[in-house]
C-alpha cells in the first residue's frame, strides 16, 4: 500500500485498461480534476463517447483500484463526463463544421431493416447523451417521418433549413418536403442533389454524431455522399440468410474502394423467440452475419431478433428503445449502439496514435 498522494493514485489508476482502446485510462488522459482533501480523493472521468459500453464497469474499477493500492482512502467521489472525438478532416468541417461525426448505416439489398435500425442507433445514442442527428437519405422511399413520428414541414431560419426533432433526435427527410402520397420521380443527380443539400443546407448545429440512413445498393446516392463528404465511417446491416449475406459484402466492398472504414456488420432478424413458449426460431438462418464480420476482418457489432414490438415501434413513431426503455430487445439496440460508439473511438485512436490499434473483432461475452 503507498501513501495517499496525487502521483500514486494516478499510478493505481493506471491499472484500469479500457477495453476497447487497449490503453490505461491516464495514459488516454481520461483522469481530470483529480483533488485529494484531507482522506478524500474525488476526480473526473471523461470518456469518449456518453454511449460507452463499459461505463458503468469504469465507476467500481477505478473505486477498487485506489482502494487497493493507497492507504487511508476515506471517501471516493468520482464524476462521469464525456468529449466526443472529432473525426478530423477539412473538407468536412467546411461543409458542415459543428458535426464532429458521421456515420453511414447501409445495406446491400432492400428489406433487411436498415431504417429500423438506424433509427433505433440514433435515439439510443441520444438516449445515452450524445448530440445526433439523422438525414434520411432515401429520396424514394423515405420513411423516417412515419417511424420517428413527425409529419410537419422544417421551418427556414437565415437561408437554412432547421431541422426537425423528436426522440432527442434532429431529422431531415424528403418525406418532411412533400406530399406523402406523391411519388419523387426523379432521375438520379437530383436525388443525389436532394441530399447534398440536406448536408450543406440545413443548419445541423454541434452534433457528437450524424446518421445516414442510406438507400439500400450501391448507387449514385452513396457514391455522392462519400464524395461529398468525408465519413468517419459506415456500418453494413444485413439478415443471416445467403443472400442478404452476398449483398452485404458487396457494400462493405464499396466503402473499401472509396477508403471508408467499415465499423461494423449488424445482423438484423436474427431470430424469433417465440412469446408463448419462449423457443427460439431461427427463421433466417443465423450467425451468418457474424462469420461475414470475421471473414472480412471487421467488428460484429450485434444482432437483433425479429420482435413484433420492434416493428410497431417503427409504425407508429416510437421506435422500441423509447417505446420499450426496459425490454431485452431494447437493451440489446442499446448495447449495439454503445459498441459503435466504440468503435467510433478506437477509430479516432488509431488516427492520433502512431502506435498500430487492435480492433476487436466481436461482441464481448456477457
Request: net charge negative.
Amino acid at each position: 500500500m503507498k501513501p495517499l498522494t496525487k502521483e500514486n493514485i494516478l499510478e493505481a489508476l493506471k491499472l484500469v485498461k479500457d477495453p476497447d482502446l487497449h490503453r490505461d485510462i491516464v495514459s488516454l488522459n481520461f483522469v481530470k480534476d483529480l483533488r485529494i482533501d484531507g482522506k478524500n480523493v474525488s476526480f473526473t472521468l471523461e470518456l469518449t463517447t456518453p454511449a460507452c459500453p463499459v461505463r458503468d464497469e469504469f465507476k467500481t474499477t477505478c473505486v477498487k483500484a485506489i482502494r487497493d493500492h493507497i492507504e487511508g482512502v476515506g471517501e471516493v467521489r468520482m464524476e462521469m463526463s464525456s468529449s466526443v472525438r472529432t473525426h478530423q478532416n477539412q473538407q468536412r468541417e467546411a461543409i458542415i463544421p459543428g458535426v464532429k461525426n458521421t456515420i453511414a448505416v447501409a445495406s446491400g439489398k432492400g428489406g433487411v431493416g436498415k431504417s429500423t435500425v438506424a433509427v433505433n442507433l440514433a435515439v439510443s445514442l441520444a438516449m445515452d447523451g450524445a448530440e445526433v442527428g439523422l438525414i434520411d437519405c432515401d429520396v424514394y422511399g423515405p420513411s423516417i417521418p412515419l417511424m420517428m413520428g413527425i409529419d410537419r414541414r422544417p421551418e427556414m431560419k437565415n437561408g437554412k433549413l432547421i431541422p426537425l426533432e423528436n426522440h432527442g433526435v434532429k431529422l431531415m427527410s424528403i418525406g418532411f418536403l412533400i406530399d406523402p402520397m406523391q411519388a419523387v420521380i426523379w432521375r438520379g443527380p437530383m436525388a443525389s442533389g436532394a441530399v447534398k443539400q440536406f448536408i450543406s443546407d440545413v443548419d445541423w448545429s454541434e452534433l457528437d454524431y450524424l446518421v445516414f440512413d442510406l438507400p439500400p445498393g450501391t448507387g449514385d446516392i452513396q457514391l455522392t455522399l462519400v464524395q461529398t463528404i468525408p465519413l468517419t465511417g459506415a456500418v453494413i446491416v444485413t439478415t443471416p440468410q445467403d443472400i442478404s449475406l452476398a449483398d452485404a459484402r458487396k457494400g462493405l466492398k464499396m466503402f473499401e474502394r472509396v477508403s471508408v472504414p467499415v465499423f461494423g456488420i449488424i445482423e438484423n432478424m436474427s431470430y424469433f423467440i417465440c412469446s408463448s413458449c419462449g423457443h427460439r426460431e431461427e427463421i433466417f438462418d443465423y450467425g451468418g452475419g457474424k462469420r461475414t464480420a470475421e471473414e472480412l476482418g471487421v467488428p460484429y457489432l450485434g444482432e437483433i431478433p425479429i420482435d413484433t414490438k420492434i416493428r410497431v415501434g417503427g409504425d407508429v413513431g416510437k421506435p422500441i428503445v423509447v417505446a420499450e426503455q426496459d425490454s431485452p430487445n431494447a437493451q440489446i439496440i442499446r448495447q449495439i449502439a454503445r459498441n459503435l460508439a466504440a468503435q467510433v473511438s478506437i477509430r479516432h485512436l488509431a488516427e492520433a496514435s502512431s502506435d498500430k490499434v487492435e480492433i476487436s473483432i466481436g461482441v464481448p461475452e456477457k
